[in-house]
Structure formats: C-alpha cells, structure tokens
C-alpha cells in the first residue's frame, strides 16, 4: 500500500486485499483496546459491494485468529424505505449474510435504521438518540454513491443533516435496479443517517472499488467542498482516511 496525496488529503492506495488487511487493523486494534479497558466498540457499517471483502477478512480473523465482537455495537448507515428485516434486499439482511451471522456479535447489539415506521422523523430521533446514547461512533465505514452520495444523502444534502427519510437519487435507483430485478422494483425512499450524523464519528475511512469511482472519488477527495459531492465534506473531517484501489485512484 502507499499514500499518495490528492489535493490537500492523503489517501492510501493499494491492492483490495491490503487496504482491507489495514481496515481490519484498524478495526482489531479498537475492538481490543476496548475490550482492555472493559468497554465496547463502537462502529458505524456500511452496505453495498465495496465492504465486502473487508467483511470477509473480518470474518476470517474471527476464525481463524478468534477476533472477537462480543464487546462490539454497530449502527448501520441506511436502510430502504419498507422494506423489513425478512425482505432479501433489505440492508438488514445483507449485514447478516455478509457478516454479523458469522461472528458473536450480541444481536441486541446491532442496528439497521427504521424501515417501516410510521414516524419516520420520531425513528429518526431515537436512531441518533441511540448512537449518542452508546457513546457515539469511533468508527464509521463509508463506501461512496456514483454520484458522491454517502450513506443515502444524496446530492443536495446539508452538512448540518441527520438523520433522516429521503428520496433516492434517479442515479443510486439504476445503479440498485440489477439486484432488485429491475428499476420499478428499488424503493424510492430510504432513511439514512444525516452528514452531521456521519461527521460526528471519531474516525472516518471511506472505501473505494473500481474505475467507475474514480472521477467521483476525486471529486470529494479534492474538488470543492459542498452539498453537490456530500462526500466532499470529508475533506474538513479531523479524522479521515481514503482508502482506494488502483482504479479509484486512477494509478
Ligand atoms: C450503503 C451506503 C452507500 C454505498 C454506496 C456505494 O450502506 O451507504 O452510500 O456505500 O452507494 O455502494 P457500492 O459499495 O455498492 O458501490
């Protein structure tokens, strides 16, 4: 892995399996120190494609080299609008299939924003009331939309958002629209948690894959910053890492 700077940022570059090796390190290096001192981690997930792997080797570490969770409580970042926790698609049960069934983390532990509500502003509350409340987030992991949406704050959101129900880009539906057998069939809303939400965070890494990313990850690396690139608010975060591969960086 090396670190190349972009603008006024660092990131570090390198192949997937060495940027999730120093993710997870990261990771083993809270969940112990925590532990030491008799407390819990705190993390904030992410869904989609690119944590993937990263969920994997964490799962491997858990394995093979007895990594634990057991002192781990996790929020996730977003969820579709109506879909429960038994709908295949819902970002509830990617985190299952991906990663907390193969680990021991306490499933009172984990949380996936409020789906079915019919408060939606009242689940939002509580959602960032229950972040606070847990001590609030030392590690939050983002992956970032196509066109520089993190979590589902999508182009326009405020810097001072929380969270929130919003509409889905016509972008990030096209892009859902292959796994969910076709664009009328991706929800139109999603309850996310806000920029101020994520910004909160004590450390911040964001995770990118792929050529598709590259122009958009420079964006929010070192374009202006603003609601046009909401990852862009990065930039201003006092703990951020960027870890991207080859073809995100373009290198
Ligand atoms: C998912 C999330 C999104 C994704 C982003 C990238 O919880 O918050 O912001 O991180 O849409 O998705 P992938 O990784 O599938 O390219």
């Known amino acids: 892995m090396k670190k190349i700077q972009i603008g006024s940022q660092e990131a570090q570059v390198g192949e997937v399996d ?20 008799g407390k819990f981690a705190v993390l904030g ?28 409580i996790s929020f996730n970042l977003d969820e579709y609008e109506g879909l429960g926790r038994d709908h295949e698609r819902s970002y509830w049960c990617e985190m299952w299939e991906n990663l907390f069934d193969h680990v021991d983390v306490d499933p009172e532990n984990v949380s996936v924003p409020p789906s079915l509500s019919d408060d939606p502003d009242r689940a939002a509350t509580e959602y960032e009331a229950a972040i606070q409340a847990a001590g609030g987030i030392d590690w939050q992991l983002l992956g970032i939309g196509g066109e520089g949406h993190i979590g589902f704050n999508e182009k326009g959101s405020a810097l001072d958002s929380r969270t929130r129900r919003v509409t889905l880009a016509r972008k990030t539906i096209i892009d859902a629209a292959p796994s969910f057998g076709g664009e009328e069939n991706v929800p139109t809303h999603a309850i996310t948690m806000g920029v101020a939400s994520i910004l909160e965070a004590k450390r911040i890494v964001l995770m990118a894959r792929g050529a598709s990313k590259k122009e958009i990850v420079h964006l929010a690396i070192s374009g202006e910053v603003g609601p046009d690139v909401p990852a862009s608010f990065l930039q201003n975060h006092k703990n951020v890492g960027w870890f991207l591969d080859g073809d995100a960086a373009g290198s």
């Open 45 to 72: 997930l992410a869904t989609g494609s690119t944590p993937l792997p990263l969920y994997a080797e964490l799962i491997r570490r858990h394995r093979e080299e007895g990594l634990s969770f057991a002192n781990v």
């Open 18 to 37: 060495e940027l999730c090796g120093a993710l997870a390190d990261e990771v083993e290096a809270l969940i112990q120190s925590r532990a030491e001192a």
